[in-house]
């Protein structure tokens, strides 16, 4: 009881604290329910990256991953960007250094391959900068179609998004062999019992999943196309869902007549990312009373950006229609 009574409290005092020092909180759709609910937008990466930039506040909380605050304040590099605990990182950022990427690239070129480097939003913004696109799991099918048809593409981090992408698109890819340590560890047998038990239910997967869990689901998409995808149901459905185990809760409130059921992991039954985990009530609050810790200009933030405002900002005009149509 007590433990909800100071959650309470602390929730109140980050409240006060948003019009004291004149802030907006962004939260992923992974963060902890009790962090949705505070928040003033709540979204997938695409969603927060193009709300970030109409907020008229001169400071962002940003509660998710490292990346998404990044991303945030290259957009914005006016804002005063907080996140509350700077080791919210990811695991796929990690898999893909910068230098790494970078000497790939130069390998390529010296076999003479003509190619484009399309990179997955969850990067660094040094490994953002060595890209010609960035993408999210929102936009991502659109840009590859923005990729003129003489290049190869380079796709990295993600192994298991980039075999989609390249399923649904028809491009040859080169991947990259990074990927999420929370889509990666679904149970094909768990998920395969779970839909022997609930024969009626519908099973929606992230792309990022390996394709052993794509191949048994109804709906492939990003978090935001998930929530939308179940929005069309209207009768009380079943949903078993493959991505981070918070996702629940945003599914639950918007669409509160279905049943959702977490895919289970191979180790455990709920897939909780460990990096979103790091931002906590008390972590919010303190943030914002100290300041810190704070998304700081890099030099590398120049070309990120120039990429990401071309990516994600920037889509192109739908086509005009022929004469006489
Ligand atoms: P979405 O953009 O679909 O929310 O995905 C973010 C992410 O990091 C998935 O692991």
């Known amino acids: 009881m007590s433990a909800t009574a100071t959650h309470h409290d602390i929730a109140e005092e980050i409240r006060d604290l948003k019009k004291k020092i004149d802030a907006v909180i962004l939260a992923h759709y992974y963060q902890e329910g ?24 001169s400071t962002i909380v940003f509660c998710g991953v490292h990346f998404m605050a990044e991303t945030a304040k290259i957009l914005n590099p006016e804002k005063r960007v907080l996140l509350p605990d700077l080791e919210a990182g990811c695991s796929l950022a990690d898999s893909c250094p910068a230098d790494k990427l970078g000497r790939y690239q130069e390998m390529l070129r010296i076999n003479g391959r003509k190619f484009q480097t399309v990179t997955y939003i969850n990067s660094t913004a040094a490994t953002k900068a060595l890209s ?26 993600d192994y298991h998004l980039g075999q989609y ?29 779970l839909k022997k038990q609930k024969p009626h239910a519908h099973t929606i997967a992230h792309p990022e999943c390996p394709a052993n869990i794509r191949e048994h689901s109804d709906f ?17 459905t079943d949903f078993l869902v493959a991505t981070e185990a918070n996702m629940m809760w945003q599914l639950q409130s918007k669409h509160p007549q279905h049943r959702y059921h977490p895919v289970p992991g191979v180790t455990c039954a709920c897939n909780k990312c ?17 300041g810190h810790p704070e998304i700081t200009w890099q030099p590398e933030f120049d070309r990120a950006k120039e990429v ?11 086509a005009a229609h022929p004469a006489g149509d």
Request: glycine share 6%.
């Open 220 to 236: 492939i998409g990003g978090t935001e196309a998930m929530v939308k995808y179940v929005g069309k149901f209207a009768e009380p």
């Open 165 to 193: 992408l390249s399923e649904v698109t028809g491009r040859k890819m080169i991947l990259w062999n990074g990927s999420c340590m929370v889509h990666e560890i679904f149970s094909v047998q768990d998920l395969l019992k």
């Open 34 to 57: 009790e962090i949705q609910e505070l928040a003033d937008i709540t979204g997938d990466s695409l969603k927060l990256a193009r709300e970030a930039t109409k907020v008229k506040a």
């Open 132 to 157: 010609d696109w960035i993408v999210t799991s929102g936009n991502a099918e659109e840009v590859i179609r923005r990729v003129p048809a003489e290049f190869e593409i380079l796709f990295a981090p």
């Open 308 to 318: 990401l405002t071309r990516s994600l900002l920037n889509p192109p005009p739908v």
């Open 274 to 290: 460990p990096h979103m985990a790091r931002n906590t009530l008390e972590k919010i609050r303190d943030c914002m009373v100290n």
